[in-house]
C-alpha cells in the first residue's frame, strides 16, 4: 500500500505523465525478476514389460518408477506366463509405493501355466485382465500423446493394432530391439530376441504409422553398473532397491554362462536406455534409419522401410551410468 500512496501523490503532483514514467519503471522491475522456472510437465507412458526373464526389465521398471519426468499410465506384461510376470510387476509397485498405477494382463504365450487370481486378490491396485484393451483404452482416453515403451516381444502391441489401427494417432513407440550398426559395417544381421521371439508381432509394431525411436543392441549393450554407480544401488535402502537386489541374487543364482560377480557389477541392464529416451536423448547419437524385420527376426536397414530413430552410438555413456544408478538409489516416493 506504501507504493501505492507514494504513485498517487506523483500523479498529483506532476501529472500523468509522471505517472506513466513511473508505471513504465514499475512494469521493468517486474520484468526483470528472476521467477524461477516451471517444471515440465511429465510425460504420460505405458510400459509393455517382458519382466520375469533376464533381469534388466526389473531395472528398467524401477529406472521408470525414479524418473520425475515421467507418468506412468499403464504397466502391461508381455509374452510367455503373463499373469505370473503381471504378480511380478505388482510387487515392484508395491516397493515403490505406486499402486495406484494400473496393472494390465497381456497375451499369454503358449508358455504361459501360472494361476489367475490368488495374488490379485490380494493385490490393493487395480489389475485389468484385458491387458490389451486396457493399453488401447488408456492411448485413446488420453488428452495428450502417450508414449509406449516397449522393451520385450510385443504380441499386445500387434493384437492393439488390429483391434484399434487409430492408436498410431495418439502414441509414439520406444523400443528395445535390434541390431543395426554392425549391419551398417559390413556385418550380418543378429536376430536379437524381442524381434526373434515373435518378428512377425515385431514386424507389425515397428512399421506401423507411429514415430518409432529404437534403442539396439550397438548401444544398450554397453550398459553395465561397476564401481561407485553399482555400489550405490547396492547399497541403497529404499525398499524398491532392495526388491531389485534381491530379484537380482535369485536371477543370477540360476545361471550358468551369464552369472555375474553380484558383490562388484550389475548384468547388461539392455532395456534401461529405453526409459531415458522417452524424456531425453542428451547422451545418445540418434540417427533416422529406414528398418525392416525380416522372417528370421533380424531388423535390417533397408531403403523401403520404415523411418525409425536409432540410438546408434553413445556420447556419454558414463553419465547415463551416473543418472541411472542416482535414481534408482535415491529413489523416494
Not at 505517472?19 to 505405458?46: D, E, N, Q, Y
Amino acid at each position: 500500500m506504501t507504493y501505492y500512496y507514494a504513485i498517487k501523490r506523483r500523479v498529483e503532483n506532476h501529472g500523468w505523465r509522471m505517472f506513466l514514467v513511473v508505471l513504465g519503471m514499475a512494469l521493468l522491475w517486474i520484468g526483470c525478476r528472476t521467477f524461477p522456472p516451471s517444471k515440465p510437465h511429465p510425460i504420460p507412458v505405458i510400459l509393455d514389460t517382458d519382466i520375469g526373464g533376464d533381469i534388466d526389465d526389473a531395472w528398467a521398471l524401477s529406472f521408470l518408477m525414479a524418473c520425475p519426468e515421467l507418468d506412468v499410465k499403464l504397466i502391461v506384461s508381455d509374452s510367455h506366463d503373463t499373469f505370473e510376470k503381471a504378480r511380478i510387476i505388482s510387487e515392484f509397485l508395491k516397493s515403490a509405493g505406486r499402486v495406484d498405477i494400473p496393472i494390465g494382463v497381456g497375451v499369454k504365450g503358449a508358455e504361459g501355466t501360472g494361476s489367475q487370481e490368488e495374488w490379485i486378490k490380494d493385490y490393493p491396485g487395480k489389475v485389468r485382465l484385458d491387458g490389451v484393451q486396457a493399453l488401447i483404452d488408456t492411448i485413446m482416453n488420453s488428452q495428450e500423446p502417450i508414449t509406449l515403451l516397449a522393451i520385450g516381444p510385443v504380441p499386445n502391441l500387434e493384437l492393439a493394432l488390429e483391434r484399434e489401427p487409430r492408436i498410431v494417432e495418439k502414441a509414439r513407440l520406444v523400443v528395445m530391439a535390434g541390431c543395426i550398426g554392425k549391419q551398417e559395417q559390413g556385418e550380418p544381421g543378429f536376430p536379437e530376441y524381442n524381434v526373434r521371439k515373435n518378428a512377425k508381432a515385431a514386424r507389425k509394431a515397428y512399421s506401423a504409422a507411429w514415430d518409432v525411436t529404437m534403442t539396439p543392441i550397438d548401444t544398450v549393450g554397453k550398459i553395465r553398473l561397476e564401481g561407485e554407480c553399482y555400489a550405490q544401488v547396492r547399497n541403497a535402502r529404499n525398499p524398491m532397491a532392495r526388491l531389485l537386489m534381491e530379484q537380482y541374487h535369485a536371477w543370477n543364482q540360476k545361471q550358468t554362462t551369464h552369472r555375474q560377480d553380484i558383490a562388484r557389477t550389475s548384468s547388461i541392464l539392455w532395456d534401461t536406455l529405453a526409459i531415458y529416451l522417452a524424456f531425453d536423448d542428451e547422451f545418445c547419437h540418434l540417427r533416422d534409419i529406414r528398418l525392416s524385420v525380416t522372417d528370421e527376426g533380424i531388423t535390417k536397414p533397408t531403403p523401403d522401410g520404415k523411418l525409425t530413430h536409432v540410438a546408434i552410438e553413445w556420447k556419454d555413456l558414463d553419465s547415463f551410468h551416473k543418472l541411472l544408478a542416482e535414481r534408482i538409489a535415491n529413489y523416494r516416493r
